[in-house]
């Protein structure tokens, strides 16, 4: 049965308790009385209320149906008049307040519960027919932003997120890139296997797009062939976006499975950035679309071209650095770097961590993080990293063989070198081959890298740490691994990474960061050094926190071989310190 939560309002006591009787025993709430507009008005605003039942002479400035009159800008809530006069200013006043019901006094029980229950039906109606129109509404919205056929954004939606896009990046130091895509011959393969096989097709390639870019990337349907794909990138990143339109076309080009045949397409691809390839959404997708035709028009399809000259360039200078950093091994363009991690309470260096720097002929002197990620991207990274453990070891031996206390020499392994399979089998080969004891040796790796696969992680790190090998995780706290996993782990030593150094002591939050590392360093029983510890305040702090381990350009940059050599010597003889 249906109860209805109801207002009375009614300034004689007497009426008021006999409706609230009448009300109850058929079966209804009255949640209050009120005896003045006033209340009755504040009461809806703030309460829950399906009718309010009002007489219209009140003891008050107002009278009923100037009540309701206000009710009415806020609500729409079923009202009753119920009243002793029936004149035609009332009525017709009453009227424009759109009750259900203008019933005389005394009132009839069961005409007042039917009135009730008719109006709070016919709420019950308006709101499923609100709830249906709202369904019809939002399918219509899918249908217009959706394609049917692969379930991706349609053109519109795209547009929508560019422009979305374009507001935010105009506020960060992000930038983002279009790529058209339009598979080759389509028409052809639709003719002769028909509009099915078709179907299925761009589905497929739909899906083949969203599996090869990341997660909040955008791929869209523009029509019929025509895809679109929004990928947002660090201005860092830009040398990688070749190697995304690589990794398109070639998951396109993988034999499509269908009707027992294998289909092989492939597919053209335009790319544009913003802002500098057109800084509206017609524009941008316009002259994405452009580079598109040029790619089509190049010989031989399955191949991707830049809107623009400078992105042309930009690419072909990675393309170069990428060739060129595949000769640098072995015209020996690689050198090794020694940072000097130093105990500052005994005042003695206790390592270093070996950094790569790449020699290039025209270049001069480059940093790795302009390199690491292009050779990790293309798996030089591999070969690299094994000269990287070689040179480091065979430093190491004919340091130990001079006798010279360099403490621990430490390598960063990347995530491509980590999952390599051959990598035990590599380092235990450099070990014999160089002849360095592998007490000397520690490898840094980081959390994520752990992360990605635990299980094989640890297997890998233990057969390492048996070798006796140290195992550092670098860039400490800025992953995701849990305390109890980090348990499970043969570690060595945790590094605190250098972002959380930079701004303390001033920065409370990395300071609480910072020593809730150094408290876990010992609950697990890890060594613990600071990184890019840089000024006398941060030395403090970590001689506060009793971690008395660090590395930085407070002591010393990296430093090529011999400069390390004549820096541990001082620091041993202590005459030049
Ligand atoms: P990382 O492992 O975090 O290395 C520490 C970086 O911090 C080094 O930069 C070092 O020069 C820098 N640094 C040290 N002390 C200070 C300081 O006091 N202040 C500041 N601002 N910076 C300091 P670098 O040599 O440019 O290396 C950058 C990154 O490249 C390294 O970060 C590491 O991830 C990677 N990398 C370097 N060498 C290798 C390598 O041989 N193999 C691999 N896989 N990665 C390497
Ligand atoms: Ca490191
Ligand atoms: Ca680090």
Redesign the pocket.
Known sequence: MNSAKILIVEDDQFAADKLQLDLIQAGHRVVAVVDNATDCIDFVQTRDVDVVIVDIVLADEMDGIEAVAELRQFSDVSVVYLTAHESDDFLKRAEATRPVAYLLKPHRSRELDFMIRMSLERKRLERELKREKEEIEADLWYQATFDSLTGLPKRKLLQDRLHQIMSKSNRQSRCFLLMVIGLDNFKRVNESFGPRVGDEILYQVGQRISDVIRLGDTVARLHADVYAVLIELEESAQHTISHIAKKILKAIAQPIDIADCDILLTASCGIAMYPQDGNQVDSLLNNAEAAMFKAKSAEGNNTYRYYSQKMTLIAYDSMRMESELRQALSRFEFELYYQPQIDFLEGRVVGA?A?IRWNHPEKGLIPPLQFIQLAEETGLIVPIGAWVIRQACHQLQIWQSQGLAVGRI?V?LSNAQFSDPTLLEKVGRILEDTGCAAEGLEI?I?ENCIMRSPVDACEKLQILRDMGIGI?V??FGTGYSSLSYLKKLPLTKL?IDYSFVRDIPGDSNDAAIIRAIIAMSRSLRLDVIA?GVETQEQLDFFREEECYKVQGFYFAKPLPADDFERFVKCRTLRPCS
Do not use: F
Request: proline residues 0%; without cysteine; charged residues 55%.
């Open positions: 961590e950094l430490a960063n840094e980081t550092a670098d860039d590094k990184e």
